[in-house]
């Protein structure tokens, strides 16, 4: 069964959908068209279940195609984005056929019955990072699933083998969580910061966004390779504002205006 969602798309109720590989690949191929702007906590590092209290985490606001905000766990701006609303010059615009691919969420792929992606048109892809390639791969985990399904004649070119897949939740959420396995075919959007290592590594998906919220090798000696991700808030409105490296100090019309009248 799906459900229709406000914004208009089928999602999956996860009261009765099957849980198979095929779901969950194509779970990961959803993101770009499941939310525009994400408000959530992000850890570099795996959790068995909840994270420590004492692990370092950073806070994030992010709306989509690329202002990104981060803050320390005590309000320390770490990064925030600039020239947000640039234009590109004619250089930039004729210097490659890249430079003409509209952002995903203008194209439209092709759906599943359960309103998941199937198949990724060809879109301007790609989501904002800090740290490392990890914060923007766990944003769009396509590389666990690859653009399109492979032929049904090999099915070993998938780009990971997926086992055990089940619905769980996730800081109150509903996921999809599956152990994976990279075959020869697993090329990470960030070579120096996959989301699985050889061998087996627990994954978790986020059913709302698409975003994989949590990653851990279950390798010996590899057990630290991973992340956690606590969303707060999806598709939350945010100005300009909160991206500027410096507040424009827009005036709150909201508050009292004294004006001084000399004698």
Not at 28 to 50: G, H, I, T, V
Not at 141 to 169: C, D, K, M, Y
Not at 221 to 250: C, K, P, T
């Amino acid at each position: 069964m799906a459900t229709w969602d406000s914004r208009h798309r089928t999602t999956p109720d996860s009261s009765s959908a099957a849980a198979d590989p095929a779901m969950f690949r194509n779970l990961c191929r959803s993101s770009p068209w499941k939310w525009q702007s994400l408000r959530f906590e992000y850890w570099d590092e795996p959790f068995a279940e909840a994270p420590s209290p004492a692990a370092p985490l950073v806070r994030a606001w992010l709306r989509r195609p690329g202002a990104l905000r981060l803050e320390t766990e005590d309000g320390l701006v770490l990064h925030s984005t600039t020239g947000i609303n640039d234009s590109k010059d004619g250089l930039y615009v004729s210097a490659t056929r890249k430079s003409w691919l509209l952002p995903p969420h203008l194209v439209t792929p092709v759906y599943d019955g359960q309103g998941l992606v199937r198949r990724r048109p060809e879109a301007a892809y790609g989501e904002p990072g800090f740290g490392n390639g990890r914060f923007s791969a766990a944003l769009d985990p396509v590389e666990l699933a690859g653009n399109a399904p492979v032929p049904i004649e090999f099915p070993g070119s998938n780009t990971v083998e997926v086992h055990g897949v089940s619905q769980r939740e996730h800081e109150g959420r509903p996921v999809l969580e599956a152990v994976v396995a990279p075959t020869p075919t697993y090329h990470p959007a960030h070579p120096a910061a996959p989301l699985c290592l050889p061998g087996k590594s627990r994954i978790r998906v986020d059913l709302g966004t698409g975003v994989c919220v949590a990653s851990q090798s279950l390798e010996p000696g590899a057990e630290e390779h991973g992340h956690w991700l606590r969303i707060i808030a999806v598709d939350e409105y945010m100005l300009d504002d909160l991206f500027l490296a410096q507040s424009m100090n827009l005036t709150d019309v909201r508050r009292h205006i004294s004006w001084d009248i000399p004698a």
